[in-house]
């Protein structure tokens, strides 16, 4: 069993530092299955290659076991385990690589939030699903795949090809996520671990899984091929990732990172963002607007200066950002009638929500580029075609304007939390096509002051109902 993880930035073999391993030496690790043992093929300044080589005792392995039901020893001890990636890898890379997994390096500590270009070569996988479930699990989150499935036997062609594969995954991220992408991931595909699974395994995946897994479109598949399909686990683990999915995902970009607002500080473009909803509400003649994904309130405070909207509402999944908004509103404090205009709502985005059918507009700023693409038409279904408003509003950034950002590296999003940014044509041809399956009329407009070649700083859709 033979994992290769290979860096090619310079100086390459700082890959040494981050996996605690010197390239120099060869390591042999005891493990309760048999040994690892860690070296390098290749370790010179433009490319150097780790390697994790599984020397697997099946005897070992099973000794004590009883016969399992329906089977025999013959079966415990003649088995693909000591050739293929399993979970046998993921408890290796744990115990081998866990200060890497971890993302420590007292060494270099810098070198834990770089992303280099890496390329991790499986020599055999088990996929139970085939090359596309290795894509569907591993391409979302970045990689480019490579899979050369196996024949059964090289001397007997005729006998077909087997369900194994030689994978080569490749991306710029950091070793420690590769890691847990890898710790997670390998017994998904293999779709079976070599030890029991209980309440102390939805620890580990929600622990390897954080940053990625709640977004991840095979979420569900991974969590209960990881929890050995026990429902009752796979079931709470899901329910803890939509919680954070949620939190993360739907809350409004009313107080971004710190990066996003240094970037767009100069030209002002919060406060442009701000006038030019106010003024397409106003002009065509909304009085009760819901701003969902509202954050602290910073447009809930501009649509209270005007008369004209006498209902007002803003909707977050996240209770913090509610609590601040309602502190920034001072809403204790405004004259009675004031108060009654408007209405704070904890809700999500991607649930419908009867709610939501109360105004006659309703305003998405900034919020669908921190959507995971696949989640998109469910936010589509929930505003279009349940809540059904007579107008909405959506802005989004324009990916094109970007490079106007002097502080912004090239191909680099505005907010780390960005799933995505469009250009105008990738955002009309989304715009259109909701316009045309949900019965609106849209019109694009843009927020900001305008380039000549590279248009707004910040995109806006206004859809009408038909």
Request: proline share 5%; aromatic share 8%.
């Amino acid at each position: 069993m033979l994992l290769t993880i290979t860096n090619t930035r310079p100086p390459a073999t700082d890959l040494g530092y981050l996996l605690h391993k010197h390239p120099a030496r060869c390591q042999t690790f005891d493990l309760s299955f048999g040994k690892a043992h860690v070296f390098y093929p290749e370790a010179v300044p433009k490319r150097c290659t780790a390697a994790l080589l599984l020397d697997v005792d099946p005897v070992g392995l099973v000794r004590g076991r009883r016969a399992a039901s329906g089977g025999g020893l013959l079966d415990q001890y003649v088995n693909d385990r000591p050739y293929v990636a399993s979970s046998l890898l993921s408890v290796a890379i744990s115990r081998v690589y866990g200060t890497a997994l971890a993302g420590r390096c007292e060494e270099k500590p810098e070198l834990t939030q770089t992303a280099l270009p890496l390329c991790a070569r499986l020599a055999v996988v088990p996929c139970r699903g085939g090359e596309a479930l290795l894509r569907q699990l591993y391409e979302p989150l970045g990689y480019a795949v490579t899979a050369h499935r196996h024949p059964l036997d090289d001397h007997f062609p005729e006998w077909g090809e087997s369900s194994y594969f030689a994978v080569e995954l490749e991306a710029v991220t950091r070793l420690s996520d590769l890691l847990a992408h890898l710790y997670v991931l390998i017994p998904v595909l293999d779709d079976d671990k070599h030890y029991w699974v209980g309440d102390a395994e939805v620890e580990k995946l929600l622990r390897h899984g954080e940053g990625w897994l709640a977004a991840h479109p095979a979420k569900e598949l991974i969590a209960n091929r990881y929890l050995k399909h026990r429902h009752s686990l796979a079931r709470e683990a899901l329910a803890r990732l939509s919680d954070e999915d949620e939190t993360a995902l739907d809350s409004s970009d009313d107080a971004p990172a710190a990066e996003e607002v240094v970037i767009e500080r100069p030209i002002r473009l919060s406060a442009q963002r701000v006038d030019a909803i106010v003024t397409v509400l106003k002009q065509k003649g909304a009085t009760r607007v819901i701003d969902l994904g509202c954050g602290e309130g910073t447009l809930i405070k501009a649509l209270l200066r005007e008369k004209t909207f006498v209902a007002i509402c803003g909707m977050d999944v996240s209770t913090r950002a509610l609590e601040i908004a309602e502190e920034r509103l001072r809403l204790e404090r405004l004259p009675e009638r004031q108060r009654q205009r408007v209405r704070l709502i904890q809700g999500s985005l991607m649930y419908r929500d009867e709610r939501l059918a109360e105004y006659d507009a309703a305003v998405v700023a900034e919020v669908i580029e921190h959507l995971d693409p696949a989640r998109l038409a469910a936010f589509e279904r929930v505003l279009f075609e349940f809540a059904r408003p007579a107008m909405v509003v959506l802005t989004t950034p324009n990916a094109e304007y970007n490079a106007r950002f002097e502080t912004l590296p090239p191909s680099k999003l505005r907010h780390g939390d960005h799933r995505f940014e469009w250009t105008r044509a990738e955002f009309r041809s989304w715009a259109d096509g909701v316009a045309q399956r949900s019965g609106y009329a849209v019109e694009l407009l843009g927020a900001g002051v305008e380039d000549s070649v590279l248009g707004p700083p910040t995109q806006m859709a206004v859809f009408n109902r038909g």
